[in-house]
T-cell receptor
Framework: GDSVTQMEGPVTLSEEAFLTINCTYT??????LFWYVQYPGEGLQLLLK?????DKGSNKGFEATYRKETTSFHLEKGSVQVSDSAVYFC???????????FGKGTRLSVIA | GAGVSQSPRYKVAKRGQDVALRCDPI?????LFWYQQALGQGPEFLTY????????KSGLPSDRFFAERPEGSVSTLKIQRTQQEDSAVYLC????????????FGQGTRLTVV
């Protein structure tokens, strides 16, 4: 079945450091890909998405590019802030009406 | 309300007890999803409603799990004869249309079975 694998955390970075969280997927067909973020004490929020190969999703300085050839959707940010500390989940949906399949999550801690 | 509301936020149940978890979706949202998130894991799909119709319950782990949405708005997830392995955060999400990808999540109910 469909699955998502993302790098294990926790990841600890200093403020203004470069962030990469790796995500690869296995799916039949052409899924849509997502990054969700869960801030402490809050629910999951959609951070960004891409629906077809070579699309780049971006939001709040975060970016991820849908790479079909490597089945990847790595999350990047050029300069992290303390407020970015959260758990990040990579996810896919095989089609518009199918539920999301999530990775295990990566906890990011950014220290000043 | 402004977002998806779940209650209670925390529930401690003795093994064998029945529990009911409530989800109030965003007003007017057609689709409603339940997910289970074990400690250190990502959310896993349990069941999906479109209005009052339960269109997919393939993720429910056993017949002890039951979900309903009788009037197409509020939903309840019921777990009978709880077991320790049921301990998890139960997440509810709703979306305006039928597309799961545009769903908004609640804060979840953390269930601990002792």
């Amino acid at each position: 079945g469909d699955s998502v694998t993302q790098m294990e955390g926790p990841v600890t970075l200093s403020e203004e450091a470069f962030l990469t969280i790796n995500c690869t997927y296995t799916a039949t067909g052409y899924p849509s890909l997502f990054w969700y973020v869960q801030y402490p004490g809050e629910g999951l929020q959609l951070l960004l998405k891409a629906t077809k190969a070579d699309d780049k999703g971006s939001n709040k300085g975060f970016e991820a590019t849908y790479r079909k050839e490597t089945t990847s959707f790595h999350l990047e940010k050029g300069s992290v802030q303390v407020s970015d500390s959260a758990v990040y989940f990579c996810a896919l949906s095989a089609s518009g009406n199918t539920p999301l399949v999530f990775g295990k999550g990566t906890r990011l801690s950014v220290i000043a | 309300g402004a977002g998806v509301s779940q209650s209670p936020r925390y529930k401690v149940a003795k093994r064998g007890q029945d529990v009911a978890l409530r989800c109030d979706p965003i007003s007017g949202h057609v689709s409603l999803f339940w997910y289970q998130q074990a400690l250190g894991q990502g959310p896993e799909f349990l069941t999906y409603f479109q209005n009052e119709a339960q269109l997919d319950k393939s993720g429910l782990p056993s017949d002890r799990f039951f979900a309903e949405r009788p009037e197409g708005s509020v939903s309840t997830l019921k777990i009978q004869r709880t077991q320790q392995e049921d301990s998890a955060v139960y997440l509810c999400a709703s979306s305006e249309g039928a597309r799961a990808t545009e769903a908004f999540f609640g804060q979840g109910t953390r269930l601990t079975v002792v």
